[in-house]
C-alpha cells in the first residue's frame, strides 16, 4: 500500500515502437484471440496502423445523472443514467488499416501486387458511415518498463476529423471510435465494460536466450503469406529471407545478420518463394544482432 507520493508512478504516454494502435474487424477476432493481459504478444489478426500524431491518444467518457428530490426539494439520490465512451486517435499514416478506419473496413480495395507500402494502389470509397464493430488494441509505454495495453472490444466510429492538405503541415486522419459495451470484457461487478486497461511490466529475455518466433506460410495467389504469433519486441526491427531447404543460416542469440540477403519483413507478411524453400525470420536490434529467430517451410503457391 503506498504510504507517501511516488513519482515513479507519474506515467508519459509513449507508443512502442513496435506499434501504439493494432485494429481487427471483432467479427474475426475469436475470444481465444482477444487480448486478456498486457503481457501475452498480439495475434497476427491484429494489423498496425502506424504513427500516430503529437496530440497522441485522447479517451473520453460521458455520463448523464438523475436526481431525485423529496417534496421539500431535498436531493435524496442520484442515479447515473448514460455512459458513454470515446477514443479519438489522430493517424499519421497513409496506409490500408487507417483508410479502412477512416472510411470503413470495406470501403478501401488494396492492389498486394507489389509489397513495398509506396508501390501498391489504394481505392477508398467515400460514403455513409460504415458501423460495423472493430477491434482495437492500444499499446503504451509508461514509466517504470512497463506497458499499458487497452482493449476496444467493440469500436464504432463516433465521427472523423477534416483531412486538411497543405504543404506546411503533415495530413491527419483523425478517427474518434466509440467504445461500445461488450460481453466478452466483463467488470468484475458484472456489469459490461467498454473498454478494459491492462498494465504490467515489459517481459524482458534473459541475456544470451535466443526467443523463438512461431512462424507459419500460407498459399496466395503467386506466392505465399508468412504469419509471426508474435509482435516485434521493443526497439526491435522484423527481417527475412528465403533459402533452399537446408542452405537455411544458422542463427544463435547475438549473431549479426550481415548478410544482404535478410530484407525487411513485409508489412502483410506477403513473399513470393518456390514450394519447399524455407523463410527465416528474425528480430535484431539497430546493429542487426538477433534477439528472436523463427522459420516455416513454403507451400506452393496459390493459383
Known sequence: MATSGNPQNVSFGKGLSSGCVYRAPTRLVTDDKLPKDAATPLDAIFKPCGLIGEDGITNSSSTDTTSVTDMD????????????????????ELNEQVLKAYYGEDNVTVDDAQLDEL???YTAWHTFPDTEPTTYVLERLITGNRVKRTVIDRGTLNSRGD????????????VTLNANASSRIPSPTGQLATSVDYIAPIATTPAGTLTALTVTAAPRTGGQTITVTQTAGEGLA???RI???GKEPAITYDVELGDPK???????GQVTGAEGQIASVADITTDKHVRAYGKATLPAAGK
Do not use: C
Not at 535478410?262 to 502483410?268: D, E, G, L, R, Y
Open 243 to 245: 533459402d533452399d531447404a
Open 119 to 121: 508501390l501498391r494502389k
Open 163 to 174: 483531412i486538411q492538405e497543405h504543404s506546411s503541415d503533415p495530413v491527419i486522419y483523425d
Open 238 to 240: 522484423r527481417v527475412y
Open 262 to 268: 535478410w530484407v525487411a519483413f513485409p508489412a502483410n
Open 73 to 92: 426539494g431535498n436531493t435524496v439520490m442520484t442515479v447515473v443514467s448514460s455512459y458513454s465512451e470515446t477514443y479519438e486517435i489522430p493517424f499519421l
